[in-house]
């Protein structure tokens, strides 16, 4: 006579068998879990069970023993999140201020999420230009989806906002106006020499990061010696347009196969 013990679902049961097969009883053993080991009646022997492969049981029938059965497929499920947008608009009317009339935006720039639509509405002379480089920093570090909207003129300062937005909207009838910096500086000699040293050379480094390739190297350095760039609508759609061309071109190249990514050698 021979033991063998075997798993289902609620526990496993020993079965005593006779040498023809017969069962003489069956004792269920709880606490045991479905993945618990199958041993012999001699305790250096294990009773090793053939694998069956997976099979579909045809509708209608029932299945020789139910694990074996798999769930047929169904289809792709969907799962949706949704997410609030938000769309806020701020207008940046007249001179450029000091940077503490600004906390509000900066604030806003910086707690926004990536599905939030930010509108910067611009008709400003230029100003400070320590805050508006907090302004263009502010944009650049956003989550949000940052849009500048040219409503009539973006001189000084205010174009180099224009040119940091995420997407640039321009009106008809408008204008852009790039020039150099101006100031005054107070102290010893010495000190008012280093800081016109520093200042150029931060200006310099700005323009280059902010207004290229919407800028040539060619028109930054005219304006670096004092040359003031203006620009209607026209011109600025033209260079839009142009720059638009260059980077679905570039984004093409890079998808082929082979191609040599930007900067590398």
């Given at each position: 006579?021979?033991?063998?013990?075997?798993?289902?679902?609620?526990?496993?049961?020993?079965?005593?068998?006779?040498?023809?097969?017969?069962?003489?009883?069956?004792?269920?053993?709880?606490?045991?879990?479905?993945?618990?080991?199958?041993?012999?009646?001699?305790?250096?022997?294990?009773?090793?069970?053939?694998?069956?492969?997976?099979r579909t049981i045809p509708d209608g029938t029932e299945p020789d023993n139910p694990e074996e059965a798999t769930v047929p497929f169904n289809g792709l499920i969907r799962y949706e999140r949704q997410m609030p947008i938000h769309q806020?608009?701020?207008?940046?009317?007249?001179?450029?201020?000091?940077?503490?009339?600004?906390?509000?935006?900066?604030?806003?720039?910086?707690t926004a999420s990536e599905t939030d639509l930010i509108y910067l509405h611009l008709n400003s002379p230029g100003g400070e230009f320590d805050t508006g480089l907090q302004i263009i920093n502010n944009i650049l570090a956003s989550e949000?989806?940052?849009?500048?909207?040219?409503?009539?003129?973006?001189?000084?300062?205010?174009?180099?906002?224009?040119?940091?937005?995420?997407?640039?909207?321009?009106?008809?009838?408008?204008?852009?106006?790039?020039?150099?910096?101006?100031?005054?500086?107070?102290?010893?000699?010495?000190?008012?020499?280093?800081?016109?040293?520093?200042?150029?050379?931060?200006?310099?480094?700005?323009?280059?990061?902010?207004?290229?390739?919407?800028?040539?190297?060619?028109?930054?350095?005219?304006?670096?010696?004092?040359?003031?760039?203006?620009?209607?609508?026209?011109?600025?759609?033209?260079?839009?347009?142009?720059?638009?061309?260059?980077?679905?071109?570039?984004?093409?190249?890079?998808?082929?196969?082979?191609?040599?990514?930007?900067?590398?050698?």
């Amino acid at each position: 006579m021979t033991l063998g013990l075997c798993t289902d679902r609620a526990g496993c049961s020993v079965r005593w068998r006779t040498d023809s097969g017969t069962p003489v009883r069956n004792v269920r053993i709880a606490g045991h879990r479905r993945n618990s080991r199958r041993w012999a009646h001699n305790p250096q022997e294990t009773v090793k069970e053939p694998a069956m492969p997976n099979r579909t049981i045809p509708d209608g029938t029932e299945p020789d023993n139910p694990e074996e059965a798999t769930v047929p497929f169904n289809g792709l499920i969907r799962y949706e999140r949704q997410m609030p947008i938000h769309q806020i608009s701020y207008y940046l009317c007249g001179d450029i201020g000091e940077p503490q009339h600004y906390t509000e935006l900066f604030y806003t720039l910086r707690t926004a999420s990536e599905t939030d639509l930010i509108y910067l509405h611009l008709n400003s002379p230029g100003g400070e230009f320590d805050t508006g480089l907090q302004i263009i920093n502010n944009i650049l570090a956003s989550e949000a989806h940052v849009i500048t909207v040219l409503e009539a003129r973006a001189y000084s300062m205010a174009a180099l906002i224009f040119l940091s937005g995420d997407e640039l909207v321009i009106h008809d009838n408008c204008q852009l106006m790039f020039h150099i910096y101006s100031g005054s500086f107070a102290g010893r000699g010495n000190e008012q020499q280093a800081e016109v040293i520093a200042v150029g050379k931060w200006f310099e480094k700005a323009m280059g990061r902010i207004c290229k390739p919407f800028l040539s190297d060619a028109e930054i350095g005219k304006i670096l010696k004092g040359s003031d760039l203006w620009m209607d609508s026209d011109e600025i759609q033209r260079r839009l347009m142009r720059l638009q061309r260059a980077r679905t071109k570039s984004a093409t190249a890079r998808k082929k196969p082979g191609a040599v990514p930007d900067g590398a050698s």
